[in-house]
């Protein structure tokens, strides 16, 4: 992970956190393309990949995106600041 995407992994958390929610990091071994951060707010739980504002989804992180979301788990990409804001909207909306 960049310096920048960095940048907007710990601005997730901080918004995140603001609205009295979790985040923790995800980190699967063996599994690539799993989401960066699961977010626990407003009684769902959310998988959570962060990309700067002109970031780009791997192939194994669309295939794994997927994968989840035909579990039927929440999964979203935020891209930059921007994206955060739109996301914590979404889910306080």
């Known amino acids: 992970m960049g310096i920048r995407e960095a940048k907007v992994e710990r601005y997730l958390d901080q918004c995140v956190r603001s609205i009295g929610g979790l985040t923790r990091k995800w ?11 699961i977010v626990i707010a407003g009684g769902k739980v959310w998988f959570v990949e962060v990309k700067t504002s002109d970031g780009v989804l791997s192939d194994a992180q669309k295939r794994e ?15 930059g600041h921007a994206g955060v804001d739109e996301f914590i909207e979404r889910i306080t909306g």
């Open 27 to 37: 980190v699967s071994p063996g599994v690539d393309g799993v989401p960066d951060r």
């Open 65 to 79: 995106h997927i994968r989840l979301r035909d579990a039927g788990a929440n999964v979203t990409t935020v891209y």
